[in-house]
């Protein structure tokens, strides 16, 4: 029997367990480092199969990893899930799918090699959404010595391949002098006149942004009353960029606009940036082929969609700029029922969508598989993480 063979039986024969880790995440959310439910669950039915777990500290007391290690040690090979919720809409981004995919292929692998296998770890990574988990991790050494990462992620489309935007959060607080607006507003100093000046320079700006960049902010203090020249007024924005070279030029020229309506209103400009920046996730298209090689074989048909289309961000960028990643997406609802949606939320527990969430498991299973078991593919995989380090 072919690894997808082997995996789709096993996968098979654990979907009670996969569908119960599936709908007990997704019926008790948990937001960002507060996943204490999900990630005790995790653990201890990874124990149950015989996997080694190591349990976080502090910031990162949600994070673990759960090890089995056969007759080699190596290649090192991590599965991640990821299991953090949506502040009111709980698992609408799919992340109790994913903790689930994880467990389920890795317990496959498990039974499908036995000694043959190297180190496989399964690495829980808290915080995804918004609080940068996997950075907090990497610094740590978490993921240190690891050759390959890779996981599964719900999406309204089927997608191997797909880029990500790096991403940083800037705050903008203008400071003015306050004065009536009536009697004598040409005593008063306007920050809500820089705030405004800010959306329309960004605005004009965005002619001359490289592709794929994004920039969107809103007004998070517009003023206290419409009878007083507000004189604080303030403004909170994302700046995303596909390369660091795109992303920095995009920081560079908000912050411009940012200082320009500073200077033409004579208000006093604060910049705060929020030092947890996603990094552009690079896939490594080599693992890319394998995935996308096992999923078509079960029936799945890719979107289409090309890996620079309908791109967000996530913390996975700045792990794959240390160790060779691949972040496939699966189709788990209609293309017009998009993640962060009440739609997607019924989806990521519907019958559908969990067989769905079965093959992408399978494929997941039989990728780490392949990993584990042909030296070439894994320094092929190495290679190509090597010409992207030395391109940068």
């Not at 673990?64 to 290649?75: D, M, T, V």
């Amino acid at each position: 029997m072919t690894h997808l063979q082997q995996s789709k039986k096993e996968i098979a024969a654990l979907a009670p367990a996969i569908t119960g880790v599936n709908r007990r995440i997704f019926e008790n959310p948990e937001l960002n480092f507060k996943e204490r439910f999900a990630a005790d669950h995790l653990c201890a039915a990874l124990a149950a199969e015989g996997f080694s777990v190591r349990r976080g500290k502090g910031k990162l007391a949600t994070a673990f990893e759960a090890s089995w290690s056969g007759n080699r040690k190596s290649p090192v090979i991590a599965i991640l899930a990821e299991y953090d919720a949506l502040p009111n809409l709980g698992h609408a981004c799919g992340h109790n799918m994913i903790a689930a995919a994880a467990f389920g292929a890795a317990v496959a692998v498990k039974r499908i090699l036995g000694k043959k296998c190297g180190a496989l770890k399964v690495i829980g990574t808290p915080g995804e959404e918004g609080g940068g988990g996997k950075l907090y991790m990497i610094k740590e050494g978490w993921f240190k010595g690891v050759d390959a990462a890779i996981m599964v992620h719900p999406a309204n489309h089927t997608r191997t391949v797909a880029r990500m935007l790096a991403v940083m959060e800037l705050e903008f607080h203008y400071y003015g002098k306050a004065s009536h607006a009536a009697a004598h507003p040409e005593l008063g100093i306007n920050a809500l006149d820089a705030v405004i000046m800010l959306f329309n320079s960004i605005n004009a700006m965005r002619q001359q942004t490289p592709n794929f960049s994004r920039v969107h902010g809103i007004v998070t203090h517009g003023g206290d009353a419409p009878n007083i020249i507000p004189e604080y007024a303030a403004a909170k924005f994302f700046v995303r960029g596909i390369t660091m070279k795109d992303f920095g030029y995009m920081l560079e020229k908000v912050t411009a606009c940012a200082k320009g309506a500073a200077t033409a209103t004579g208000c006093k400009l604060k910049v705060v940036k929020n030092h947890m920046a996603y990094q552009p996730f690079e896939p490594n298209r080599t693992m890319g082929k394998v995935f996308a090689r096992h999923i078509a074989a079960l029936g799945v048909k890719d979107s289409g969609i090309a890996e620079n289309e309908e791109i967000g961000s996530s913390d996975i960028g700045n792990l794959s700029q240390v160790v060779p990643a691949l972040h496939p997406e699966f189709a788990v609802s209609e293309p017009h029922i998009v993640n962060h949606s009440r739609e997607f939320l019924k989806a990521v527990v519907s019958k559908s969508g969990e067989a769905a969430m079965m093959k992408a498991a399978s494929a997941l299973s039989a990728t780490v598989c392949d990993l584990f078991t042909d030296p070439a593919l894994v320094s092929a995989v190495r290679a190509e993480f090597a010409r992207f380090k030395a391109s940068r």
